[in-house]
């Protein structure tokens, strides 16, 4: 105690000590933080130099003779990326980082991109990649036995795969990066299985280096069956430029005509792929014109000025004729010689002698759908399939290239990435081609709303999908599901007599509406053809929706509406109420991003049945305004029912703005008159619905059935229907 109070004492009698101390402490706080940032930084490029050994293992272990597999080389199909988005990536080539450097002075062009492969998702420097080893996924391996493992290394990380494949396929050790240094590992390019190369000598001997095309073998399309056509030669690389100088000219005229289109008379309707076969989802159509090529390949990105002076960059020059075709369809109507002329002589794979119990799946993705997630969500696909099952749609190629590549494939299933625009346009293909028994369709939802997904049970988005467990899980569902069947409506636009049609039909997937939510989806459109930039994700697109709602709150545009339109349903006309300011003809049970403007489980309407998009009948409600759009959003209203009917007549006595399924345009006084088209076979995602799971698995049996000739198609898509419509009952 003593002690102490001697030292309280001399801290007391001595402050000045204490204060000359504090100096000293922090001095001594600065050294051991600078201290344990240096060590976190030396261990940061210890992994990282580690890492880069591994990748030179792996690279030396390639040039081994006796590691050397037997599949022949591919190569790498190229296109410009910015470098911005190479980070913690090397070159494959040099082994160097491809991050930007930090120098100063101006920066060149071969300091702004690099080389990516669309494929296999490679990437290497601009003067680096006319020597890149020719290791690219192989697509066709006719007059093989089997299809080979093609081990690479893996120069992305890749998210879509299960964990038990991040284990060595050989030792089951785990294959994930270690901090010390290890075994280096490669990557088999069709089943994604992984294996030490120390591992592979010993696989090699037990296997023959066969490959099963791991989880997804029954939707991948095998190299085995897809020939090759004689290719043609590039035209060395003064043609390579040429060719990139006129993607990048085509791209600077579709942004001029996409600026034009303002000027044009309001009577035009806006780009409608759904329902004119012309381009893209959700009012996203002449934002590019660029030269899409086939399926697994890529036009050239789009660049700034300054890129168009590299002259001396070699770009593989069979980007343009890697894969499928480039056929332009813009017309509607059934396909007819001359189209089919076109896409034979365009040709570059063809499908042979594929086996009966094959269940390939054939992917369209729209990369200008809601976020414009479609290059990366593309080069996700391209890695885990057959590139040649993946089509890329834009202004100058429609699904129809992807259908007529799997015109004789007897049972395959289709997946749309897109919104709902996208699908409509890829079932108005379908119905071209006159399946006998139509392939049934999956929605990976990537547009903005997503209300078709939503009902068929697929999400509202790709962030529900990452969160589900990523493409993997989403695909094993794919494969699973259950048939559904979907109403389709036939809009035909004449004159106010009813007489003389005054442009192409148009179809119905989801809904019709006319008035105050058609103006803010137009108001939409015209804001996304100006700028584009600013439709880059999911969420921002619902708050510019939910901005240009609210400029019209207060502004009563649709005053009048009521004596504006004349509605008839089953020849019985409809009263519209005196406060609405807008009419909308529904055909599932999602609007606008999942709401419920029936709502069947309302016991309040007892004259009226429940919504069902399988009954060909249709439903009308009306809605009074922008206010009661939002209220309707965040679930404080509904609605009001009016009909219920076979058969829509709606007379426009004055201009205003229309929309189908999204895809809006302003309409001159007219009649339009809806009626039942068809029926489309539609995929449900059933995972934890064991009904569902039986009938995904009954429907297996009757295509087995259908293949052994036990049955013919028109009985299978009879049975088939007949099952869908009853667990849907």
Known sequence: MDDLRDSE?????????????????????IAGLVGILTIAFTAFQWRRNINLSWMKAVARSKKNQKTRTEVLAASHTWALESVVRAKNMNCCVCLKSL???????????????????????????????????????????????HVMHQWA??????????????????????????????????????????????CHSVMSNETGDICDLGPLRRLILSPLYVREFSRTSSGGILSSITHGANEIASTMRGRIRSQSKKHKSVNEPSHDPSNANITNDTSMDSALDTSLIGNGS?????????????????INGDRDNKVGFKVNFRGSGSINQKDESQMVGKQRYEIIDLPADARPLLVFINKKSGAQNGGSLRQRLNILFNPVQVFEL??????????????????????????????????????????????????????????????????????????QGGLCTVLHDVEHAAIAILDRWKVSISNQQGKQQLQPPKFINNY?????????????????????????????????????????????????????????????????????????????????????????????????????????????????????????QVGLSRAQRLAQGQSIKIQLFAVLPVQIDGEPWLQQPCTLSITHHGQAFMLKRTAEEPLGHAAAIVTDVLENAESSHIINAVQKRALVQEMALRLTS
């Open 99 to 145: 991050s930007p450097s930090q120098t100063l002075g101006p920066v060149g062009a071969t300091d702004t991109f690099i080389n990516r492969c669309s494929i296999c998702a490679a990437a290497a420097h601009l003067g680096c990649s006319s020597n890149a080893p020719k290791d690219c996924k192989r697509v066709s391996m006719v007059g093989h036995e």
């Open 394 to 467: 834009g202004s100058t190629q429609g699904p129809e290239v992807g259908l007529y590549l799997f015109r004789k494939v007897p049972h395959f299933r289709i997946l749309v990435c897109g919104g709902d625009g996208t699908v409509g346009w890829v079932l108005n293909a379908i119905d071209k081609h006159s399946f006998v028994s139509p392939p049934p369709v999956a929605i990976l939802p990537a547009g903005t709303g997503n209300d078709l997904a939503r009902v068929l049970s697929w999400g509202g988005g790709l962030g529900s999908i990452e969160r």
């Open 9 to 29: 004492f001399m801290f007391s009698e001595n402050p000045a000590g204490l204060a000359d101390s504090r100096p000293f402490i922090l001095s001594c706080f």
């Open 153 to 198: 290394v893996r120069w992305t990380e890749i998210s879509d795969q299960p964990e038990e494949i991040s284990f060595c396929s050989q030792c089951e050790d785990p294959c994930s990066a270690t901090f010390f240094a290890g075994s280096p590992i490669w990557c088999c390019q069709w089943c994604q299985r992984l294996v030490h190369v120390d």
């Open 298 to 314: 890529r036009g050239m990105e789009e660049i700034s000025n300054s890129s168009s002076k590299i002259s001396d960059q070699k």
């Open 512 to 632: 019709l509406g006319i008035g105050c939510d058609a103006k803010v989806a137009l108001d939409i459109h015209n804001l996304r053809e100006e700028n584009p930039e600013k439709f880059c994700n999911q969420f921002m697109n619902k708050v510019l929706y939910a901005r240009e709602g609210a400029k019209s709150i207060m502004d009563r545009t649709f005053a009048d509406f009521p004596w504006q339109v004349r509605v008839e349903v089953d020849g019985i006309e409809i009263e519209v109420p005196e406060d609405a300011e807008g009419i909308l003809v529904t055909n599932i049970g999602s609007y606008m991003g999942g709401v419920d403007l029936w709502h069947n489980e309302d016991e309040n309407y007892d004259n009226f049945d429940p919504q069902s998009m399988h009954d060909k009948i249709l439903e009308v409600v009306s809605i009074s305004g922008t206010w009661h759009l939002g209220t309707l």
